[in-house]
């Protein structure tokens, strides 16, 4: 280790080293239960066991020197032949090694407290530890006999230590910034190089009109015209000497930035093995608290992450791997039966494509049975069963990360919930990323986890939306293209355009973010995007070019904001938002299948005149179904993301009807209709509450509230919805 | 492109901007001096900055004025637009908040003045990132010492006013930040 250290106390020091000993320990263990026998495994254990204890008496921490001291006698024992390597034995090592843990988390000040109490437990775990053990030794060696003949896994390979630099995570971070804003400034000289371009032919025109003038008056002025000439020439020339040495600069400055930037880039970067120590562990001991048999492969450990992803991707990939091992993996009874090894694996594959990092969590088990979750589709109310039955198998599993949703039969400790998939979800598309699931009955199933490989610059293509910049990442870009409004052709599911032979659906950008939607023009500017088999055209005003762009998170007061991934500056010093082009696309699917985006391109021609309306409701999908159908009828229609902003278009515009959700982020429905009907203005406005909750008692907390009818969301679709609409507004 | 430049209602005469621009000056110089420590010790007056807006004469006090700036660009936000929260503005490197004073205080939102130099107030009631909003008003009169003494209350009848000062320019209402802050804050519940 190198660098300076003087930001780093003793005791952060040896945190850092227990933080990597424990882990090299916690996984070596793991591998060891699986290979006893493995030598060089046991004496790499022994040293780490030895590094600690030396670490934790140099920092007087005598409880840790004790622990550490007993694991390092227990890997002699074995080294030497007088013990072997048992489950109990591995499960008295972790217990060690989690004890040892403890101390990442503490502060020095918190030492005296931790060790009094766990004194008694310390000393029970060295006496454990040199207690011989014996239970199923015999077979525990001779199972793995043959193990011991295999050479050492790839993993337990010498690694070539190419030594380290401590840097503390803020001053990092201001490097990075002042790397990513070193390499946008050197783009900026390209404006300028421009501008010097610009003037150069401007001077050119300057000589012409002299050349001209000259031929046309009289010879008094000749004299001077010739002189004006050398003189434009002069300076034409000095010109062209400024942008070449300027076009030099420029190559030179952005060559350094580039390479500052993937200089500093690269030490933010962490093996993705350095995030993901804990999993085998935790695969291991779920499997065996189940009364299942279950390992964990890992496959590119090496894979370089940003620190900030590989750490936000802790809390999904712990959920996903769990959901594995408590659903996918079956019993070994129930694998026997169906001729699959007794132990099952569950991979954890990392790879770059595409400048994305890929992330999949793949298990041999009992897969996802898409006939379960098309029934329950159906049960709940999500769709009718001609809707259902259209749906794919990849449509349908897309219901497994709606909030609720969980096809579990019984609801377990480990997962089942209905927290999680959802959460996971919410999770990796805060980092700009996606997920999804593909799934084998009977053989298993796999989640497919795409990222940015950083979250600090994005190159990306800036597009004009109603007026305003919006960047889309070139990651999620395919191609760009301008069509001809002629091309445009209408379908069942909305407007179609065809490029190259291959059709695409055409969709409004700006409508699906809520914006103005984009501008008629003969010229359609459309950006290519999404997966092979649905790829889609999104329609935007135009296209301003291509630019690197130094990440921003958006302020935090706005929350997590619907298609919007960060916020940036322009090199003109315009903002500009990124947008969360997968974010788009899933509001894009889910308007298409709905059918409410394209009637709503439809409807978007004809003038509503009727009487006004203002939908509440979080779901985009849900709201732009309600619009689709109320505009269709000749409603104006106004729409609003939640309690709060419906509470605020309420107060300043005059509506007719209102149609709210209850649940809902902020104010909810029934927070909203109690505070509208305090309010002596809003007494006797209609107000229909509209929602999944169609108990009997939901039901009457609607109306309680102030509701003047309470709808099922099941009937969205259905005549009972625009029938209650009509009625309401009749009665007014 | 629209660029969202935004310079609403009347153009900017040339004079006008020289004046406003020293005008600014004083703003800036005042705000710091305002927020020194010698300052602090001062039993004196609290500093009110002037500005008209929506029609009415309005104070705020200096010290939850971060700083009065040209108005630079600004950006909606997809789905947090409101009558209120109208998006985000540049200012100084940060993109923050930008809300719509007449809503947030209750005057009347389509007012226009005539005579406008607009000016973008970054309001900083807690010195830090997470508690500053910015919003765009007609124009800036400068900051000026008063005595509460002066002030009267009789009048008030709007929760956001908390007292009436009068000023050279006539009676200015002096906006109760509490209450300002509260609709604020309430614009992302």
């Not at chain 1, 020091?13 to 030598?39: C, D, M, Q, W, Y």
């Not at chain 1, 259902?388 to 039969?409: I, M, V």
């Not at chain 1, 699931?437 to 109603?466: E, M, N, Q, Y």
């Not at chain 2, 492109?1 to 004083?26: D, F, L, T």
């Amino acid at each position: 280790m190198s660098g300076d250290l003087s930001g780093f106390s003793m005791f952060d020091l040896f945190k850092e080293e227990a933080r990597t000993h424990g882990e090299a320990i916690s996984r070596g263990l793991v591998e060891l239960e699986s290979n006893p026998a493995n030598k060089e495994l046991i004496a790499a254990l022994m040293r780490a066991a030895h590094s600690l204890k030396g670490a934790a008496r140099i920092v007087g921490v005598d409880l840790a020197v004790g622990v550490a001291h007993a694991m390092e006698d227990a890997m002699v024992a074995v080294q030497n032949g007088e013990a072997v390597i048992t489950p109990t034995r591995i499960d008295q090592l972790l217990a060690a090694s989690d004890l040892l843990a403890q101390l990442i988390e503490l502060e020095e000040s918190g030492i005296d407290d931790w060790t009094m109490a766990n004194v008694a437990n310390a000393d029970s775990l060295a006496t454990d530890l040199r207690t011989p053990v014996t239970d199923a030794a015999s077979e525990a060696v001779e199972r793995n006999q043959d193990a011991s003949e295999i050479p050492a896994e790839a993993s337990s390979a010498p690694v070539v230590d190419e030594g380290s630099v401590r840097v503390t995570s803020s001053r990092l971070d201001q490097i990075m910034r002042l790397a990513g804003e070193s390499l946008v400034a050197s783009r900026r000289f390209q404006t300028v190089r421009d501008q010097l371009m610009m003037l150069r032919r401007r001077h050119g025109k300057f000589q012409s009109r002299l050349r001209e003038a000259r031929l046309r008056e009289a010879e008094t002025s000749e004299e001077a015209l010739d002189q004006a000439l050398r003189e434009a020439a002069r300076s034409e020339l000095e010109l062209a000497e400024h942008q070449d040495q300027l076009d030099v600069f420029l190559g030179k400055l952005e060559e350094l930035a580039d390479s500052l930037y993937n200089e500093v880039l690269g030490s933010r970067m962490r093996p993705f093995d350095e995030g993901i120590s804990m999993f085998p562990r935790m695969v291991r001991d779920l499997s065996r608290d189940l009364g299942k048999k279950a390992i964990l492969e890992i496959d590119g450990g090496a894979v370089p992450v940003d620190r900030d992803v590989l750490r936000e991707l802790e809390a999904p990939l712990t959920h996903m791997l769990r959901n594995c091992v408590d659903h996918g993996v079956e019993t070994t009874e129930e694998r026997l039966a169906n001729g699959k090894p007794e132990i099952a694996t569950v991979k954890l594959n990392a790879y770059h494509q595409g400048g994305r990092l890929h992330v999949l969590i793949e298990d041999d088990g009992k897969g996802i049975d898409p006939e379960g979750i098309r029934r329950k589709v159906v049960d709940r109310g999500f769709a009718d069963e001609s809707v259902a039955e259209a749906l794919t198998d990849r449509e349908l599993y897309e219901f497994l990360f709606l909030p609720g949703f969980s096809t579990a039969k019984a609801v377990t400790d480990v997962s089942g919930r209905g927290v999680g998939l959802d959460v996971v979800q919410t999770m990796v598309q805060s980092m700009a990323g996606g997920v999804r699931i593909s799934s084998v009955p009977g053989k298993g199933t796999t989640f497919h986890l795409t990222l940015p490989l950083t979250r600090s610059v994005v190159r990306a293509l800036i597009a004009d939306l109603g007026g305003e910049s919006y960047a889309f990442p070139l990651t999620h870009i395919d191609r760009i293209e301008k069509i001809q409004e002629e091309s445009i052709q209408s379908s069942e599911n909305g407007r179609v355009v065809e490029v190259d032979g291959d059709q695409f659906s055409l969709l409004d950008t700006g409508a699906i973010m809520e914006l103005d939607p984009v501008r008629p023009s003969r010229k359609i500017h459309t950006i290519i995007t999404g997966s092979e088999d649905e790829a889609v055209a999104l329609q935007v005003d135009s296209f301003l070019g291509e630019e690197d762009l130094l990440v921003r998170p958006l302020d935090k007061r706005f929350g997590r904001v619907p298609h919007l991934s960060s916020t940036a500056f322009r090199e003109t010093g315009e903002p500009v938002l990124i947008v969360d082009v997968e974010d788009v696309l899933r509001s894009a699917r889910r308007a298409v299948a709905e059918g409410a985006f394209a009637t709503d391109v439809v409807s978007d021609t004809s003038t509503p005149v009727g009487p006004r309306v203002l939908v509440v409701d979080d779901s985009i999908t849900v709201r732009e179904a309600q619009r689709a159908i109320l505009t269709r009828h000749g409603y104006e229609v106004d729409v609003a993301v939640d309690g709060a902003e419906g509470w605020e278009r309420l107060q300043r515009g005059q509506y007719d009807l209102l149609i709210t959700d209850v649940d809902m982020p902020g104010m909810n429905g029934i927070q909203f209709v109690q505070t509208l009907r305090a309010q002596t203005r809003f007494k006797d406005l209609p107000v229909a509450m509209v929602s999944y909750k169609d108990e009997e008692s939901q039901r009457q907390e609607g109306l309680d509230a102030g509701a003047t009818v309470y709808l099922s969301k099941h009937v969205i679709n259905d005549s009972q919805f625009i029938d209650t609409v009509h009625s309401l507004l009749k009665h007014q | 492109m629209q660029a969202s430049m935004i310079n609403q209602g009347s153009p900017i005469n040339p004079s006008r901007k020289a004046v406003s621009s020293r005008h600014q000056n004083e703003v800036v110089q005042w705000l710091e001096a305002l927020r020194s420590p010698e300052s602090a010790a001062l039993p004196s007056h609290p500093s009110l900055l002037f500005f008209r807006h929506a029609g009415e004469e309005l104070a705020l006090p200096a010290v939850i004025v971060g700083s009065v700036e040209m108005v630079g660009f600004t950006h909606r936000v997809p789905h947090r637009e409101g009558p209120t929260l109208r998006g985000l503005a540049a200012t100084n490197g940060d993109l923050l908040p930008l809300i719509d004073l007449s809503n947030a205080v209750g005057l009347d939102p389509d007012h226009q003045e005539d005579d406008r130099v607009p000016r973008l107030l970054v309001l900083s009631p807690l010195q830090s990132i997470e508690s500053r909003w910015t919003t765009i008003v007609d124009i800036v009169h400068g900051v000026e010492m008063s005595d509460p003494e002066t002030w009267s209350t009789s009048d008030t009848t709007s929760p956001y006013v908390k007292a009436l000062v009068q000023t050279p320019r006539g009676t200015a209402k002096l906006l109760e930040t509490d209450a300002l802050l509260d609709s604020l804050a309430a614009v992302f519940q």
